[in-house]
């Protein structure tokens, strides 16, 4: 090949400007890449895709490059082989054919069109650059190109799954289909890369298992396997003999399923693909996530969930990042699983040992690696075959041609028995909390890295970490096996050890989760949360709550109190963003806090604030309840008490009472109860229920509430994300499954005016960033979570007088919606009282845009449910209008700052944006001080699109060498760099509206300050 064509596109499209990002034929990729053997396989020149370069955008191998050599373009059938390869490795997302004059640009998916691109065309900042590419741009030009059903690890997962059920339905138990299936993949991967070929077959006179299967040839099945056990390793994929047989009274409708699957057939829908899976290309890793997806539904029972690849391939990176030399780790999952995250380590441990030595590995060096440096457990014993097949597959991953022929040839070379010295399975020795399980409690490892169940046991229900836990005297909220986990892990490292373990969101967040967290800490010191709540719905779709990944390590003494106040940890808050479509999991820096670790002892809370807030938000918060909140006024002997509807029925109360008393008022039903607004339709009032004939109980204090004024709340939120709360003045009755907020005659202004309040975009701005639920879990609100909200009675407001008035006025604008109209009811506007309801709190012009920003904007678009979903406004480019907004909350922040530190000047912020028609657009802010403090000047906020004046600044700052490294070639990721040059002031922030949200600017203002004087530290001082 001619490599000056490749090197010339390369040029043209700006890939060549981040050296360290792309990959070049010929050159060595870094020994600690995660993908370099994906990368290996690419760019080898004899190979069979033999890319001239692979350019990867945070590690994950994004675009390939192919040279045309006159049959691509040309010949489709051989472009799509070599698309169908590139498929099967499940990275690239895009791929990019270089002719001297032309190019074409293709998804890896076959059902999508190419494009065709002149030279004229192609451009730094034009479609499928390294800009068009690094910003996502081309994902908003070309969704359907990114749809993940069409991955490999998709197609494959729906046709395993449904052979695996189609195999039950002829007979077999579960267990016996998923490893006949397992057989099947095995041996699929020993045919594919040639560690059984021809020769092997010739010698010992089988066959190949495709021809096999579709000949209806169960006995010679059976020898092949036979042959395989013998000379490979004789417990491999147990169950033995039983196994064998399995094959010799399969139904002939069965072999015909699994001859379709072979073949490529689409078992949902009959149709046969166009390509077939090619296990020299599909990675290890997805074999051994893909098969723990439907192990069992055992392993569903007990919480645990399939561990995406590029999940996994983060959390070995977190648990290795700071190892001194990680081939001298020992590496224990305690629930292992399938094997994923062991999988992963291996592969990380086996390609840098490689890569150190400058040569492969030989199998008995391989073999030394795996035995002595991978360690697990599960309390399934079809989860550590599995695993052990995983690493059986990693370790003969690219195994060389020498290696292959001992292994074949010399009957005491096999594979190393994993299920005796290096994995414990089964109700005790694979039971991570028993004491017969020698690895938990062993102190030997240096890492622990695992998914651990996450299980909430019902009340009946007795579960070995429950025993665990009573034997040590601790308390486990939830009873969270997880939880567990996170405290038993101490027994298993080294008192130098680390653990990094992928958890549900509420062992950290929940606030029943306080006092565990407190305690939890005076063992461990926290290094790195990293909180995916944002993406709950796309990481485990089945999942009821979030994950998050942390990484800890034991204390060396355990604390009497609480941490030292100087120690902090790590939070990192990733949002869903484009990158997710490109398979990778991105940490912006400007999503990262640095947190005091005591200060998640007093108050677990500011986990939920820092999420889409910042700590100027948690000041804004707590100086609104340092006014009052609810629960000075709600709650039993209080001025209003609260409390649930009747219970219908009770099986603690033996003796019910009579409902007659609750058939002279009118009843509300929960189930068709619509509180879209924060005034009961009366029209949803309806006769008691006749069946309803006792209750029981009913105390004169909730019959009281029934007949005065009152807020009723319901489970859930509204269609507007706000609370499901409204207020009536009628009389009427209601389950338990409504509760209430009553109060006396007098008290129904401020009810009226609380309920309103409560559908204000304001409250959806508190509650956003104070209640737990609403960020991460179901989407409800609960009266706790209400008590909490800031609420100042009128009588003690700072201008009482005034506070009246404004309740008055709001309490106007809601009678208007209490007449009962089914024809036609008037529409609840939010945004009508939200001034009034700034006014009363006390809220400035900057605290006001963040209000509103956060409603509008943010809330919509919280935990997208799918890849598409994840193009909201917030991905979207920022308007001029709120460019602006960033750049007032910007400049107001640090003429704060500049007054809380008695400095003096004034501030001008310069925005220059490129325009919409380039791909990959920027902005850049420029900053400066001018000495003038005139209050008379217009604000000095100047806002330019041009793209020249961006394109000259960033050259200056390259070329004066003003960026940092990790950044200078993806300018993507530097919205949290300060830049100086000459006497001003430069940030360099993608033109998307995520990253110019008010609250970025707060923010950012933070960074300017400790970056002019970094000992200013945090306004809030945690």
């Known amino acids: 090949m001619d490599q000056r064509v490749t090197q010339k596109w390369l040029d043209r499209w700006g890939y060549t400007d981040d050296s360290p990002s792309l990959h070049i034929e010929g050159e060595k990729i870094p020994p600690i890449h995660a993908y370099r053997s994906e990368l290996d396989e690419l760019l080898d020149p004899s190979g069979e895709i033999r890319a001239q370069a692979v350019f990867d955008v945070e590690g994950m191998p994004t675009v390939c490059f192919l040279e045309d050599n006159g049959l691509l373009a040309s010949n489709p059938a051989a472009f799509d082989n070599i698309r169908q390869k590139i498929w099967n490795q499940n990275l690239i997302s895009i791929i990019l054919v270089m002719e001297k004059n032309t190019a074409l640009a293709a998804p890896i998916s076959r059902d999508q069109k190419v494009q065709k691109l002149s030279w004229e065309e192609a451009d730094r900042s034009g479609r499928f650059s390294r800009r068009d590419i690094q910003s996502g741009e081309v994902f908003r030009r070309h969704q359907a190109w990114f749809n993940p059903q069409a991955h490999v690890d998709q197609e494959l997962l729906r046709n395993l799954d449904k052979i695996v059920k189609d195999l039950v339905s002829f007979g077999l138990e579960k267990n016996n289909a998923q490893y006949l299936m397992a057989q099947v993949l095995f041996v699929s991967y020993l045919e594919h890369r040639q560690i059984v070929a021809n020769t092997y077959r010739t010698k010992h006179g089988i066959g190949k298992l495709h021809d096999l299967v579709h000949k209806g040839d169960c006995a010679g099945i059976v020898k092949l396997l036979t042959q395989l056990k013998s000379d490979f390793n004789g417990d491999f994929l147990e169950p033995g003999p039983r196994g064998s047989s399995l094959w010799e009274t399969l139904p002939e409708a069965a072999i015909n399923r699994i001859n379709d699957f072979l073949s490529r057939v689409d078992l949902e829908t009959g149709q046969e693909s166009f390509w077939n899976y090619d296990f020299r290309y599909i990675p290890v890793e997805l074999i051994s996530g893909i098969y723990e997806s439907f192990l069992s539904d055992e392993k569903k029972e007990v919480g645990a969930y399939y561990t995406p690849r590029h999940l996994a391939s983060l959390v070995v990176d977190q648990a290795l990042a700071h190892s001194k030399n990680i081939l001298s780790e020992r590496i224990y999952d305690g629930a292992c699983g399938s094997g994923i995250l062991l999988t992963t380590a291996y592969r990380r441990l086996l390609a840098y040992a490689e890569a150190l030595r400058g040569h492969p590995l030989s199998f008995e060096e391989r073999c030394q690696l795996l035995v002595e440096h991978i360690f697990g457990s599960d309390i399934s014993e079809p989860a550590c075959r599995v695993t052990a097949f995983s690493l059986y597959l990693s370790l003969l991953e690219r195994l060389q041609p020498a290696d292959i022929e001992e292994l074949r040839e010399n009957s005491d070379v096999k594979l190393p028995d994993l299920n005796t010295h290096n994995l414990r399975s089964g109700k005790e020795k694979g039971n991570f909390f028993s004491d017969q399980n020698t690895f938990a409690a062993s102190k030997s490892f240096t890492i622990f890295l695992s998914n651990p169940p996450w299980v909430e046991p019902k009340k009946n229900e007795t579960l070995p970490s429950d025993l665990w836990a009573k034997s040590k005297g601790v308390n486990i909220p939830r009873r969270q096996t997880a939880n567990a986990f996170m405290l038993r892990a101490l027994d298993s490292v080294s008192p130098s050890g680390k653990i990094c373990l992928i958890l549900p969101v509420s062992s950290f967040g929940a606030p029943t989760s306080n006092t565990f967290i407190a305690k939890w800490l005076s063992h461990y010191r926290l290094e790195t949360l990293i909180n995916f709540g944002d993406l709950r719905k796309i990481l485990f779709s089945t999942a009821k709550q979030p994950c998050v990944v942390a990484v800890f390590s034991p204390r060396k003494k355990i604390l009497a109190g609480r941490p030292p106040g100087k120690e902090t940890f790590e939070y990192w808050v990733p949002k869903a963003d484009i990158s997710f479509a490109f398979g990778r999991l991105t940490l912006h820096a400007s999503d990262r806090h640095i947190v005091q670790s005591q200060a998640l002892t007093f108050d677990n809370e500011l986990l939920t604030t820092l999420f889409w807030g910042t700590y100027r938000d948690i000041s804004i918060i707590e100086r609104l309840r340092l006014q009052g909140t609810f629960d000075d006024l709600v709650g039993n002997k209080k001025v209003w008490p609260s409390r649930k509807g009747f219970h219908a029925k009770d099986s603690s109360v033996r003796d019910p009472v009579s409902a007659e008393p609750l058939r002279k008022l009118e009843f509300l039903n929960a189930k068709e109860l619509n509180l879209d607004g924060p005034i009961l339709n009366p029209c949803q009032l309806a006769r008691f229920p006749k069946e309803i004939e006792t209750v029981a109980s009913l105390p004169d204090s909730l019959l009281e509430g029934f007949k005065g004024p009152k807020i009723i709340f319901a489970d859930g939120i509204s269609s507007r994300r706000s609370v499901r709360a409204a207020f009536s003045n009628k009389e009427f009755s209601f389950k338990s499954s409504i509760g209430a907020i009553f109060g006396s005659k007098k008290d129904e202004p401020l009810l009226r005016f609380a309920a309103t309040y409560l559908h204000s975009q304001l409250a959806q701005y508190l509650l956003l960033l104070t209640a737990y639920q609403i960020s991460f879990e179901r989407e409800r609100v609960t009266l706790k979570d209400i008590r909490k909200l800031p609420f100042i009675h009128p009588d003690r407001h700072k201008n009482p007088v005034r506070a ?195 609250s970025e600017a707060y923010r950012d203002a933070e960074r300017i300050v400790c970056f002019v004087q970094p000992n200013a530290g945090s306004r809030n001082n945690l």
């Open 804 to 998: 009246w008035e404004i309740i008055e006025t709001v309490n106007k604008y809601t009678r208007k919606f209490e007449p009962c109209n089914q024809i036609f009811n008037p529409t609840y506007d939010p945004k009508e009282c939200e001034a009034l309801f700034f006014e009363y709190f006390g809220l400035d012009s900057t605290e006001q845009e963040r209000v509103l920003e956060t409603a509008e904007n943010i809330a919509p678009n919280l935990q997208p449910n799918s890849i598409s979903g994840i193009n909201s406004i917030l991905q979207l480019r920022p308007t001029n209008e709120q460019i602006q907004g960033y750049a007032r909350s910007l400049k107001a922040e640090l003429e704060s700052w500049r007054d809380l530190r008695g400095g003096q000047g004034t501030f001008s912020v310069d925005i220059s944006i490129s325009t919409r028609t380039n791909c990959g657009q920027l902005g850049i802010v420029s900053l400066g001080v001018e000495s003038s403090t005139n209050s008379d000047r217009p604000p000095c906020i100047n806002l330019s699109t041009n793209d020249l004046i961006v394109e000259e600044t960033l050259s200056q700052l390259l070329t004066d060498n003003l960026l940092p490294l990790h950044v200078s070639g993806n300018l993507y990721l530097a919205a949290d760099i300060v830049i100086r040059s000459g006497n001003r002031l430069y940030l360099i922030k993608p033109l998307v509206y995520r990253m110019w949200l008010s």
